[in-house]
């Protein structure tokens, strides 16, 4: 089948989110006859990627610049003309038949742009929400126009979708209103990700590493409080600092919380972190800071990035909430409470011994798990397997 993968991304072409969506995408090329991206954002323009079946990765075709004037009509006229027209044009060039969609902006232009194509090209529409249910997530941000978005123009693209694709915890399911959906995972790409280097001695001190678009359920704020009182008992001499890559919502309150509990020595804000230095971040620290807030989006598991980047590279990590795709029996994950608790930080140090201790075995059990049960390829054969299953059932029923 001829795909097209659509995603909004705000944020610049280097960021997680970004290579998120491109690892993606290529597993689910590996699947198709050819693969089209298209990434749209009002600061930085439309994307256009094919998909090389010869490297397996994603060629830049065309870039068309961004509106950057930040007037809403503005925003909404940019969408209008110039993602509708590529769309559009890759829709009827590529002859595509199905389109992949991740969950996007509820700007009524982007819903008649599918509305439109649906009808004149014909092809199915996978649809993806990365966290469900997410309205939880506009109301803790106050993001009021989103969630007013949502509530008054979802239905619209929603009659549109043909399979739903949820990144969704078990307690939910019962509640989800869609007819035709499937669950899913988060995943990477294990072959980009490189494997950490021999583990440094900790002996001058334990360095976490937090990498993260830092937002209020990430919960770093636990580990600074946990720093705070550990610092605060006189017998804990041993050193332990805590390392934020990535910028976010949070980012200015947390270093006010470093700042008030007196531990901004120990927590390093290194800002949005790309290349050799995030390789060099990667070599200094011993443990990974997975998500330590997931209950305060009201859901019971969850699907995250980066404790899957941290296990692809061979580094230990402590976390709050379960995930389906990790056995909650793994020596390499130390699990911390659902709540908002200051985290034990005598706690973490003990797990650390016991990881660096035999850290050259550890790093070859994480990778080896990443490989079987954490690459995007998994997933995306499942999503690439329900629009076969969508295809064939078209032909059945025009053969009757």
Not at 228 to 256: C, M, R, W
């Amino acid at each position: 089948m001829n795909l097209l993968f659509f995603a909004m991304d705000e944020n610049s072409p280097s960021s997680g989110l970004s290579k998120k969506i491109k690892s993606q995408a290529e597993a689910l090329g590996v699947e198709s006859s050819s693969l089209w991206l298209i990434m749209a954002s009002r600061k930085e323009g439309v994307f256009l990627y094919r998909f090389e079946r010869i490297s397996n990765q994603l060629v830049l075709e065309e870039h068309t610049p961004g509106e950057k004037k930040r007037s809403l009509w503005r925003r909404y006229e940019y969408y209008a003309k110039i993602v509708s027209a590529v769309f559009d044009r890759v829709c009827m060039e590529k002859s595509i038949e199905a389109v992949y969609c991740r969950r996007i902006s509820m700007i009524p232009c982007l819903i008649q742009m599918f509305k439109k194509a649906k009808k004149r090209y014909g092809f199915f529409l996978g649809y993806e929400i990365p966290t469900y249910p997410f309205l939880m997530e506009h109301i803790i941000a106050r993001q009021w126009r989103n969630l007013a978005s949502e509530l008054i123009f979802s239905k619209a693209l929603y009659v549109l979708v043909d399979h739903f694709f949820l990144i969704t915890d078990t307690a939910s399911e019962s509640k989800i209103p869609f007819k035709n959906w499937t669950r899913i995972s988060n995943g990477i790409n294990v072959d980009r990700i490189p494997l950490r280097s021999a583990v440094r001695p900790i002996r001058d001190g334990l360095h976490l590493l937090g990498l993260a678009n830092v937002a209020f359920w990430h919960g770093y704020d636990r580990v600074i409080k946990g720093l705070s009182d550990y610092y605060g008992d006189a017998n804990n001499k041993f050193p332990i600092f805590f390392h934020i890559a990535g910028e976010g919502p949070v980012l200015s309150s947390l270093k006010k919380m470093a700042l008030d509990f007196d531990v901004e020595k120990h927590v390093i804000f290194h800002g949005p972190v790309y290349g050799e230095e995030l390789e060099e971040l990667f070599t200094r620290c011993h443990i990974g800071v997975a998500s330590l807030g997931g209950h305060r989006k009201k859901i019971n598991e969850t699907s995250e990035l980066k404790a899957r980047e941290y296990c692809a590279r061979g580094m230990p990590f402590f976390m709050s909430m379960k995930d389906p795709d990790f056995d909650v029996n793994l020596d390499f994950i130390h699990y911390v409470p659902e709540d908002d608790s200051a985290i034990n930080m005598n706690d973490i140090v003990h797990f650390s011994r016991s990881m660096i201790k035999n850290s050259d075995a550890v790093i070859k059990e994480m990778r080896v798990y990443a490989e079987l049960h954490l690459d995007w390829k998994k997933t995306m054969k499942k999503v690439y397997s329900v629009f076969t299953n969508l295809e064939e059932t078209k032909e059945d029923v025009a053969c009757r």
